[in-house]
């Protein structure tokens, strides 16, 4: 199977009416800013979608993508690569009042003035939205282990302060 540049943008509503479905590759060099909010790497992304009518008549693009990014993970502080897979829904809006009618089911993707939308800038925002809070690797792998962190500790050497507000407790009886 040969493996080819997904476009980096598409009508979908013609892409619909043809039932038109797209599979190959973006290449990173397109995906700058998830190469920002990574460690430095992201591979190519595999991307497979479609384009159709739902049962209501909705233009939709579904479709899922899979790559590979660098994130460091936030308990050893090193680098790791991270497998990411994310699945899609959209629907494009001509107008803006249409996202009210739209089912919850599909993210709504406003086209550009030539009824176009950029597939790799959807895709590349879903990468976004699916790396972690804290990136961590497994507890197996990452040279840090659970009992070697400390979330703190108190010092015993501190004395004991009274309670500022022993002195309510007096004006209570």
Request: aromatic share 6%; hydrophobic share 35%; proline share 6%.
């Amino acid at each position: 199977m040969q493996i080819v540049k997904i476009p980096l943008t598409i009508d979908p509503i013609k892409a619909a009416k043809m039932r038109s479905t797209y599979s190959g590759v973006i290449e990173a060099s397109f995906l700058s800013r998830l190469l920002g909010a990574s460690a430095g790497f992201c591979s190519d992304i595999q991307v497979q979608f479609s384009c159709d009518t739902d049962e209501h008549g909705t233009v939709t693009v579904n479709g899922h993508a899979q790559g590979e990014v660098s994130l460091t993970c936030q308990r050893c502080m090193k680098d790791f690569n991270e497998n990411l897979q994310v699945k899609f829904s959209y629907s494009p809006l001509t107008k803006p009042s249409e996202e009210e009618e739209l089912p919850d089911k599909y993210d709504p993707v406003e086209v550009d003035e030539h009824g176009h939308i950029e597939i790799a800038k959807l895709v590349e925002d879903e990468f976004i939205v699916s790396i972690p809070f804290f990136p961590m690797h497994s507890v197996e792998d990452c040279s840090v282990k659970e009992q070697d962190t400390t979330v703190g500790k108190i010092d015993d050497s501190v004395e004991e302060r009274p309670n500022p507000f022993a002195v309510l407790q007096n004006l209570k009886k």
